[in-house]
């Protein structure tokens, strides 16, 4: 049976990634060899990171003095490596849900933090949008999708200090201004490629200010340096980003892919705000067109389980709420087709007339 996937990450990937990617794992780039067993620094693997940036920085229009690393450790690793080597004294975070409090946690190892706003008294249902931005910190730093809680923040904000944003979950589903931004990174988990490689697009000039010494491998000045070849980079995660990055440039570029991101999400919020079983759990301005929270109103509410079971018949795989929500979340990234987003629908239209 043909399977819808919406699992929010590790996630659905372009059929073009998954082919292209088995092809170089056969044979990479007619060497005879597999992409996994040959040098990174071999010329056609070099050709491939070369690509993946140029092209990475075509798609999103990154502005001269910038660079786009690929590196490992996660977005997690980021959370530390951001206050590593941007924060002299103090950064402003908003909080809105998880991601954004564990990159928090670790801001307060180099310094101080002020969390100018959070929702958390209201499990983060809403993006705070009344706060103010103190002029002295050296950045401050948003979510701008939150995976979890299905809220999104889809534009640059006016910022009295540069912005640093963690894209991982909705990066190529719009343009974005990177010119407001200091830095933004995510996991490529998302919407790029399989786990294990980490982009982080800076601004070269943003660093080399703090005064504390910096390990290595944690000093963006090392990989800037040797353009992401520093140390052995992620090289099947890298070769299957660069294929969805060619993808995206084949669909139109982000516009397109904003256009067809809106049109799933409009179609699947509109079967939510007409159902009488099924709500939406956060406000709907700042509802998240990655990632959609739904669960059942209360007299509906022990068919939760059985929902996930009838949907699971259809060939729907993925769409348990995350345990902090509860309920449903569906993951419209870039590569899930607007079609398996009608199936869900369709169960779900299916599951009400039955109940
Ligand atoms: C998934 C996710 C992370 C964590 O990424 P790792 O690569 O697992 O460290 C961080 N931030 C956001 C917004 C995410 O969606």
Same mark, same amino acid.
């Given at each position: 049976?043909?399977?819808?996937?919406?699992?929010?990450?590790? *996630? !659905?990937?372009?059929?073009?990634?998954?082919?292209?990617?088995?092809?170089?794992?056969?044979?990479?780039?007619?060497?005879?060899?597999?992409?996994?067993?040959?040098?990174?620094?071999?010329?056609?693997?070099?050709?491939?990171?070369?690509?993946?940036?140029?092209? &990475? +920085?075509?798609?999103?229009?990154?502005?001269?003095?910038?660079?786009?690393?690929?590196?490992?450790?996660?977005?997690?690793?980021?959370?530390?490596? %951001?206050?590593?080597?941007?924060?002299?004294?103090?950064?402003?975070?908003?909080?809105?849900?998880?991601?954004?409090?564990?990159?928090?946690?670790?801001? +307060?190892?180099?310094?101080?933090?002020?969390?100018?706003?959070?929702? +958390?008294?209201?499990?983060?249902?809403?993006?705070?949008?009344?706060?103010?931005?103190?002029?002295?910190?050296?950045?401050?730093?948003?979510?701008?999708?939150?995976?979890?809680?299905?809220?999104?923040?889809?534009?640059?904000?006016?910022?009295? %200090?540069?912005?640093?944003?963690?894209?991982?979950?909705?990066?190529?589903?719009?343009?974005?201004?990177?010119?407001?931004?200091?830095?933004?990174?995510?996991?490529?988990?998302?919407? /790029?490629?399989?786990?294990?490689?980490?982009?982080?697009? %800076?601004?070269?000039?943003?660093?080399?200010?703090?005064?504390?010494?910096?390990?290595?491998?944690?000093?963006?000045?090392?990989?800037?340096?040797?353009? *992401?070849?520093?140390?052995?980079?992620?090289?099947?995660?890298?070769?299957?980003?660069?294929?969805?990055?060619?993808?995206?440039?084949?669909?139109?570029?982000?516009?397109?892919?904003?256009?067809?991101?809106?049109?799933?999400?409009?179609?699947?919020?509109?079967?939510?705000?007409?159902?009488?079983?099924?709500?939406?759990?956060?406000?709907?301005?700042?509802?998240? /067109?990655?990632?959609?929270?739904?669960?059942?109103?209360?007299?509906?509410?022990?068919?939760?389980?059985?929902?996930?079971? &009838?949907?699971?018949?259809?060939?729907?795989?993925? !769409?348990?709420?995350? =345990?902090?929500?509860?309920?449903? =979340?569906?993951?419209?990234?870039?590569?899930?087709?607007?079609? *398996?987003?009608?199936?869900?629908?369709?169960?779900?239209?299916?599951?009400?007339?039955?109940?």
């Amino acid at each position: 049976m043909k399977k819808h996937n919406f699992y929010a990450g590790p *996630s !659905i990937l372009s059929q073009y990634t998954i082919d292209n990617t088995i092809d170089a794992i056969r044979n990479f780039a007619g060497t005879g060899l597999s992409l996994l067993e040959i040098s990174h620094r071999s010329k056609e693997f070099t050709a491939v990171m070369d690509e993946a940036q140029a092209l &990475f +920085k075509e798609l999103l229009d990154i502005p001269a003095g910038y660079e786009v690393l690929f590196l490992g450790g996660g977005a997690s690793t980021q959370f530390c490596m %951001v206050p590593y080597n941007l924060l002299k004294t103090k950064a402003a975070y908003l909080d809105t849900g998880t991601w954004a409090n564990k990159a928090i946690k670790e801001a +307060k190892l180099f310094g101080e933090v002020d969390v100018v706003a959070s929702s +958390k008294a209201d499990n983060y249902v809403f993006v705070p949008k009344d706060y103010t931005v103190p002029a002295d910190a050296d950045y401050f730093h948003i979510t701008t999708n939150n995976t979890i809680y299905g809220t999104e923040i889809r534009k640059d904000l006016d910022s009295p %200090v540069p912005l640093v944003a963690d894209m991982s979950s909705d990066i190529f589903s719009r343009p974005v201004d990177v010119s407001k931004y200091d830095l933004i990174y995510g996991g490529a988990q998302k919407n /790029i490629a399989p786990a294990g490689v980490t982009f982080v697009i %800076v601004k070269v000039d943003a660093l080399g200010k703090v005064e504390r010494p910096i390990p290595t491998m944690l000093n963006y000045k090392t990989h800037v340096d040797k353009g *992401s070849m520093f140390n052995t980079p992620p090289v099947m995660p890298i070769y299957a980003a660069l294929q969805t990055l060619k993808w995206y440039k084949q669909l139109g570029g982000v516009k397109e892919l904003e256009r067809l991101d809106k049109e799933k999400a409009a179609y699947l919020y509109d079967a939510i705000d007409s159902s009488k079983m099924f709500v939406g759990t956060v406000h709907p301005e700042d509802r998240s /067109i990655m990632n959609v929270c739904f669960v059942m109103k209360p007299e509906y509410k022990e068919l939760e389980k059985d929902f996930i079971d &009838f949907a699971g018949t259809k060939g729907i795989v993925g !769409i348990k709420g995350h =345990r902090s929500v509860g309920g449903f =979340r569906a993951s419209l990234y870039n590569a899930l087709p607007l079609e *398996s987003v009608k199936v869900l629908v369709e169960a779900m239209k299916e599951f009400e007339n039955k109940h």
